[in-house]
T-cell receptor
Framework: NAGVTQTPKFRILKIGQSMTLQCTQDMNHNYMYWYRQDPGMGLKLIYYSVGAGITDKGEVPNGYNVSRSTTEDFPLRLELAAPSQTSVYFC???????????FGSGTRLTVV | KQEVTQIPAALSVPEGENLVLNCSFTDSAIYNLQWFRQDPGKGLTSLLLIQSSQREQTSGRLNASLDKSSGRSTLYIAASQPGDSATYLCAVKGNSGNTPLVFGKGTRLSVIA
């Protein structure tokens, strides 16, 4: 059972480039989340989804987009990378919103 | 808006000590509270989940308590070991609808052999 899988693990982007962070889970969880973690800070929610076709903004959604076409996948898109988006990105899932979360191992992104 | 605070931000203890990590939250209308462990450069591992109706949860040397009315939770680690060195994060889920977890900034623990 793989749990939550994130790819890539590391990435360096130039300012203005775009990329997609992939997240997939094999636990048939309805809820999926994207968080970012900056050094010395807690995790801040970017976007979340309560099921296929349904997404909603979190605390820091600007500069990001998401889609949820299947239960398993929840990609995060950066359209015009900026240095402020340098961070570690975590994807998580839960069976229902009230259940415990399972996290992926993270994607470390640097924008230069 | 829910805010979660963890004190202390960092803690260094000798091996074998019992220790307590603190978490406080501003809105007591929570559904549950979860403690996570994060090793450097790694993801988060769930340690304990306490539902709002519960007072505590235990797993091995770990015990987490919840006092919802006062907006506090503690994570007690017994007989600490160097392998316990990590950052410990507290997160709360609100009562309303699809409110996701809100995280504290964590406590960085170092257990010295």
């Amino acid at each position: 059972n793989a749990g939550v899988t994130q790819t890539p693990k590391f990435r360096i982007l130039k300012i203005g480039q775009s990329m997609t962070l992939q997240c997939t889970q094999d636990m048939n969880h309805n809820y999926m989340y994207w968080y970012r973690q900056d050094p010395g800070m807690g995790l801040k929610l970017i976007y979340y989804s309560v099921g296929a076709g349904i997404t909603d903004k979190g605390e820091v959604p600007n500069g990001y987009n998401v889609s949820r076409s299947t239960t398993e996948d929840f990609p995060l898109r950066l359209e015009l990378a900026a240095p402020s988006q340098t961070s570690v990105y975590f994807c998580a899932s839960s069976y229902l919103g009230s259940y415990g979360y399972t996290f992926g191992s993270g994607t470390r992104l640097t924008v230069v | 808006k829910q805010e979660v605070t963890q004190i202390p931000a960092a803690l260094s203890v000798p091996e074998g000590e019992n220790l307590v990590l603190n978490c406080s939250f501003t809105d007591s209308a929570i559904y549950n509270l979860q403690w996570f462990r994060q090793d450097p450069g790694k993801g988060l591992t769930s340690l304990l989940l306490i539902q709002s109706s519960q007072r505590e949860q235990t797993s091995g040397r770990l015990n987490a308590s919840l006092d919802k009315s006062s907006g506090r939770s503690t994570l007690y680690i017994a007989a600490s070991q160097p392998g316990d060195s990590a950052t410990y994060l507290c997160a709360v889920k609100g009562n309303s609808g699809n409110t996701p977890l809100v995280f504290g900034k964590g406590t960085r623990l170092s257990v010295i052999a």
